[in-house]
């Protein structure tokens, strides 16, 4: 016995150490902050849930573990990420995949590295009253959001044979709300919670999900130049499982995780709570992560070809764009959902 | 139990928990009534403070509206005019301090961007263009909600971008420009709400009451907690707390309506102590303005009420019970007094002084009583005493009587020992006040009997004395020889001579001569006797004339025979007998007495007597025996 302990005692010890030098991540041979690449990623928008796994991938250094340093800029009314992108101001983007068709053929050449939210969150929210149901929808006053966002609303109107007048949305509800507008386009994770946390009941709304009307078009999806893609793709495969990782962890610590992103809300002053939050929190991995309702529907972090091709039928379709390039040319290898 | 106490303990004991009773009742009445008072009072207070503050509000905000309105009739009709604009806001602007910032904003569809901004940098106001560089002023809500609604908005408050910690709010007003479509452009007046916030923090409303005030979504545009602002909303805090009531409340503010309702505090996301909201709409931007403020402020003016209430309470108790025991004992006191009185005079003390009474009370009056009660217990024993004394000289005068009556008559039997011709038995009963009966038999000589048996009316020593008297007449004249008729009548003339109480005497005089069995009989008035013979038949004497002795000096005595053969017996009785009454006024009756003398005819004169007796007792059955019973038997056994 008195031989063994020592012995044992001196496993621990070792153990521990490797453990504990493993963990921390500066210790990580790639991921000293000498030896990390410098990232920029430009959002869509201003800090929220719908960014979590991005800032959280930043704050747990799990992008220093995959040996990146990665600064993550808030988008805004005044920035648009893909056209950054083109710019060169930043090495990586997200996009709906609709706004990345549009960049497309607007001669950004970008490449999709990783397909974040493979689901649709789109919704047609209506006051009840109004609209009861999709045929009350012609001829009401619906506001949509502008190009990128609108082609799943057109085909769903085509395929219900209404014709609603159409108005501008812009960055709020309050059109809707005052009644100015019918109806109007809403985020599940977002619009939709902001208009039943202003008094409206869901008993006052007509809702209207454009993914269970059968146009379910992925949603974020992280992008590059296809050149950047061409020249690292290691590092554009390190930010897609970094990414995808940064998002596990959210699934995984949803306190902590709005935590952080509360923190990025105020010092961007982007008025918001927590259970707002919460709310898009909830949704949006409900939309990265397959539950256990979704089956196989979709491998998380990868575009699958049905989908690409049944939004770039859509958006061809009604005529916003002259043409979209195949999946094999917007979507990079390591993105795609099979060989 | 209760009665096993004293009176003063239970009077006190009963008083004070009526009393109490009252008092809680009070209490209770007093708590909850002047709860519902000062909860009314406090009401009235909050809402007049709700009024007062949403008037301050709707003035500024009336104010910005008129003051936008006479921009927009300075534009409205002409043709746009970007210098004029300019020149216009920048005055409006400097010259309303309510005023931070003003702009005209064109519709870009129509006239291209342009939108030109006076606002207030420090002291200075400033001129910008917000379309400049194409910039899309028409995504924001000035813009786009006037410009759809065709109407004037109040916008939803937003953080100032560019200053720093300012919650503006803006009234954008659409107008028509000449030539223009029919929303040409939007003319707005921005307001700072920091002001807001200063007033409503400004409001006496206790020391954890508070108001806040909600824009038309329910964002909190004002509220201590300054965290809250812009970024939580009435209903985000409902779903927060899963509060479903806050979340109607939210509703009922934001849809205009004026409330009051309890409220479980909105500090903070967690609830706090219970509390109350008041909410009325500001009209002008579709705002709500609530108060708060905690029930625990009207609770503590109660509880101060209530505890001063059961000071006075459980004082006035003391007191009470103070005064109860004071007057209890005023009462009982006399009363232990007159039980200390009572206590001496039942040990027979009848002189022992009363406690003397005072006042006209109920103890006075007992006290009055006592003392007559005692007054007449002393006269009655006196009375009593007296009354005794009486009863005590009747009965020995009585005894006396019977004593003289007793002693006259011969009461040793066999009378004659050592005759054979002859048995006599006799008896005098006296009832229980002395009679006048009397019986008495001697030899005249050794062949003569005399038998009398008489019966003096009236009781007492002076029947007794009379009898007395008819005896030692009869003894002695019968001695001097002579029939029993002559004999009552010698005797009658005495009796009568000095009868001043008009008494009389009945009576049977016989002289038997023994040798031949011949009895010689007179009547003065009595009983007729009866003959019993040896075979047991009864026969009554026959009737003789003679009234009773003593009434009249002259009256005549006749004389009759009767003959005794041997074993004859002859049964000579006082009215006692025949007249013996039973319980219900039954007399025995001389036919009944015949019958009895036959059934007991064959028994010697002793055994006739006692049968007699005997069946008197029995028709009497404990009847009081009203008279004396005498009776004198005697068989004639034959000469020798």
């Known amino acids: ?339 | 139990m209760l009665r096993d106490l004293s009176i003063a303990w239970r009077m006190t004991l009963l008083v004070v928990l009526g009393a109490a009773a009252v008092l809680v009742g009070i209490s209770v009445y007093t708590y909850v009534a002047a709860g519902h008072m000062l909860e009314r009072r406090q009401r009235a207070e909050i809402t007049q403070t709700l009024q007062a503050t949403a008037n301050r509000i709707e003035t500024v905000e009336n104010s910005v509206e008129e003051i936008v309105q006479g921009l927009a009739l300075s534009v409205e009709g002409l043709p746009p005019d970007a210098r004029r604009a300019r020149l216009l806001l920048r005055r409006t602007v400097g010259r309303n301090p309510a005023l931070v910032g003003a702009a005209i904003g064109y519709d870009p569809a129509a006239y291209g961007h342009l939108a030109p901004y006076a606002f207030m940098d420090g002291d200075e106001v400033r001129i910008k263009d917000l379309g400049r560089d194409g910039r899309a002023y028409e995504v924001g809500d000035w813009f786009q909600l006037p410009y759809q609604m065709e109407e004037a908005v109040w916008t939803d408050p937003y953080y100032d971008e560019g200053g720093a910690d300012m919650v503006t709010a803006t009234y954008a007003l659409p107008l028509r420009l000449a030539g223009g479509p029919p929303v040409s452009a939007v003319v707005t007046g921005d307001v700072s709400l920091n002001w807001l916030t200063d007033l409503l923090e400004g409001l006496d409303l206790g020391e954890t009451g508070y108001a806040f005030l909600i824009g038309q979504n329910g964002t909190f545009i004002a509220h201590p907690g300054r965290r809250m602002l812009m970024n939580e909303s009435i209903f985000s805090v409902a779903e927060a707390r899963g509060d479903r009531r806050l979340r109607a409340i939210g509703r009922q503010m934001i849809h205009g309506e004026t409330g009051f309702t309890a409220f479980d505090g909105l500090e903070g996301l967690t609830p706090s102590e219970p509390s109350y909201l008041a909410f009325t709409p500001i009209p002008t931007t579709g705002w709500s303005l609530g108060i708060v403020y905690a029930e625990t402020e009207i609770q503590g003016d109660l509880v101060a009420l209530s505890r001063i209430q059961w000071m006075i309470s459980f004082a006035g108790v003391a007191a009470l019970v103070l005064v109860v025991w004071l007057t209890a004992r005023t009462i009982t006191r006399p009363l232990h007094a007159l039980d200390a009185a009572t206590q001496t005079l039942a040990e027979g003390d009848l002189d022992a002084p009363l406690p003397k009474a005072k006042g006209r009370d109920e103890v006075a009056h007992l006290t009055d009583s006592f003392g007559r009660m005692r007054d007449d217990l002393q006269r009655h024993i006196e009375e009593l005493r007296e009354t005794t004394a009486e009863r005590e000289r009747i009965e020995s005068e009585l005894r006396i009587a019977a004593d003289i009556q007793m002693s006259l008559v011969p009461r040793a039997f066999p009378p004659f020992p050592g005759r054979e011709d002859l048995d006599l038995h006799a008896v005098l009963d006296p009832a229980r006040e002395v009679g006048g009966d009397f019986y008495d038999f001697f030899l005249l000589d050794d062949d003569h009997l005399c038998l009398a048996i008489a019966d003096v009316s009236g009781k007492g020593v002076p029947a007794a004395l009379l009898m007395a008297g008819a005896r030692s007449y009869v003894r002695s004249f019968a001695r001097e020889g002579g029939g029993p008729a002559e004999v009552a009548a010698k005797v009658n003339v005495e009796l009568a001579a000095d009868n001043d109480a008009c008494m009389f005497v009945t009576m049977f005089l016989a002289v038997a001569d023994l040798r031949t069995g011949v009895v010689r009989c007179a009547s003065a008035g009595h009983n007729l006797p009866f003959v019993i013979d040896a075979a047991g038949t009864v026969t009554q004497v026959p009737r003789i004339r003679g009234v009773a002795l003593g009434i009249a000096e002259a009256a005549v005595y006749d004389e009759a025979e009767v003959r005794l053969r041997a074993g004859d017996a002859l049964f000579l009785y006082t009215d006692g007998v025949s007249e013996a009454m039973d319980v219900a006024g039954h007399v025995f009756g001389e036919e009944r007495l015949a019958e009895e003398l036959a059934r007991a005819g064959g028994e010697d004169c002793a055994g006739i007597i006692d049968a007699v007796l005997a069946a008197v007792a029995r028709h009497a059955e404990g009847a009081e025996q009203s008279d004396d019973i005498t009776m004198v038997a005697f068989r004639y056994l034959g000469g020798a």
């Open chain 1, 1 to 339: 016995m008195r031989r063994v302990l020592p012995a044992l005692l001196a496993i621990v010890v070792c153990a521990l150490a490797g453990l504990s030098l493993g963990a921390w991540p500066g210790a990580h041979p790639a991921a000293g902050d000498a030896g990390a690449t410098p990232v920029r990623l430009i959002l869509q928008w201003e800090p929220q849930a719908q960014f979590a796994g991005y800032y959280l991938a930043a704050e747990k250094g799990i992008y220093r573990e995959h040996g990146l340093d990665v600064e993550v800029v808030a988008g805004g009314p005044a920035i648009d990420p893909l056209a950054s992108l083109r710019d060169g101001k930043a090495d990586f983007a997200t996009s709906f995949l609709t706004g990345a068709l549009e960049a497309y053929g607007e001669g950004a050449p970008i490449v999709n590295v990783c397909q974040v939210v493979n689901r649709s969150n789109l919704l047609l929210v209506a006051h009840r009253d109004v609209v009861k149901d999709r045929d009350d929808l012609d001829g009401s006053r619906v506001s949509l959001w502008g190009t990128s966002f609108r082609s799943a609303y057109l085909d769903f109107f085509d395929a219900a044979g209404v014709e609603p007048e159409l108005l501008p949305q812009y960055y709020t509800v309050s059109l809707f709300l005052r009644g100015g507008a019918d109806a109007c386009a809403a985020m599940e994770y977002n619009e939709y919670h902001t208009i039943i946390e202003s008094g409206v009941d869901r008993r006052e709304l007509t809702t209207i999900s454009l993914r269970k009307a059968g146009f379910d078009f992925p949603e974020d999806g992280v992008y590059a130049l296809a050149s950047t893609q061409r020249e690292r793709p290691g590092l554009c495969r390190r930010f897609a499982a970094a990414t995808m990782e940064g998002w596990r962890y959210c699934r995984d610590h949803p306190d902590e995780a709005l935590d952080i992103v509360l923190r990025e809300t105020r010092g961007a002053h982007v008025p918001t709570n927590r259970v707002h939050q919460r709310w898009m929190l909830e949704h949006i991995l409900a939309s990265i992560f397959p539950g256990d309702g979704d089956g196989d529907a979709w491998r998380p972090g990868r575009l699958a070809r049905d989908d690409y091709e049944r939004t770039r039928a859509s958006m061809t379709g009604e005529g916003q764009l002259a043409d979209a390039p195949e999946y094999d040319v917007l979507v990079a290898p390591e993105a795609r959902d099979a060989p």
